[in-house]
């Protein structure tokens, strides 16, 4: 593989019209990914898709902005044993648009448990509140609990990442990686983040159809643009693209058992 999407939704919607030329051109340009799941629908989606595409990936998971809109049920587990889900999730806790934090605690944890049961990575999505690292904090105090009696079998992703330095640090010590968007395309604000993380910790993801990277701002995102990702990351490590590619690439197989 040349580049791995770590977390885009090719199932969603916003590609009705030209899904299949995007995964054509994905495959031409030998761009993998993975395709995230944020309900029972959409988890259902990104494993046909899985299941149809060598070089797609899917994960069965409740998103937390989700968790009031129906019960994570054994039909998630069933799914989710399925030999082309590489991770729960999306799970996790937003603070950022949601309030109830005790039921999106629950569904995050029952999310924790199948991965640990199932021997699977975690694909985690956590927002905090305006201001504050609220929901990073939650996550490294649940992780943490979970760590001490299931260490290995405890694993995964923290997509999306806008933590600190200290937030990435402590995810990493719970063998957590982080993703970044093509958000470190067009802000400076995760330079330092970027630049101060660990090479073999680190994975690139285009979260598509949101947050197009530079230059294709304001315009629906696709995995194809996952290329601009790694190639700013590459310019913050100062290091050469294909160095950084292979990085990358073996980062995601790894911590996602591809
Ligand atoms: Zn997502």
């Known amino acids: 593989m040349k580049y791995i999407d770590a977390h885009c939704h090719l199932q969603f919607d916003a590609y009705e019209t030209d899904r299949d030329q995007i995964i054509e051109q994905m495959k031409y340009e030998d761009i993998h990914g993975i395709v995230v799941g944020v309900d029972l629908e959409s988890s259902k989606k990104a494993i046909e898709l899985a299941k149809k595409h060598e070089h797609l990936y899917a994960t069965v998971g409740m998103h937390p902005c989700y968790v009031d809109e129906g019960e994570f049920t054994d039909e998630y587990k069933t799914l989710a044993e399925d030999e082309n889900v590489v991770a729960i999730g999306e799970c996790g806790l937003d603070f950022f648009r949601q309030e109830d934090s005790k039921l999106q ?50 694993r995964g992703n923290i997509h999306f990442f806008v933590g600190g330095d200290k937030e990435r640090n402590a995810l990493n010590d719970l063998g957590f990686t982080v993703s970044v968007t093509g ?42 643009n996952v290329v601009h990702v790694y190639k700013k990351i590459a310019d913050l490590w100062g290091i050469d693209e294909n160095e950084a590619r292979e990085t990358l690439n073996n980062n995601t197989k790894r911590i996602f058992g591809l």
Request: hydrophobic share 35%.
């Open 105 to 154: 605690r629950e569904v995050f944890i029952q999310q924790v448990e199948l991965a640990i049961e199932l021997d699977k990575a975690l694909m985690i999505h956590s927002r905090p509140s305006k201001g504050t690292q609220d929901a990073y904090h939650e996550v490294i105090d649940i992780l943490t609990e979970y760590k001490k009696e299931h260490r290995d079998k405890l």
């Open 183 to 224: 958000v470190i395309t067009f802000t400076d604000d995760y330079n330092d983040m970027v630049t101060g993380a660990k090479h073999d910790m680190l994975l690139g993801e285009t979260d598509s159809p949101y947050v197009a990277p530079k230059p294709h701002r304001g315009e629906r995102n696709s995995a194809l």
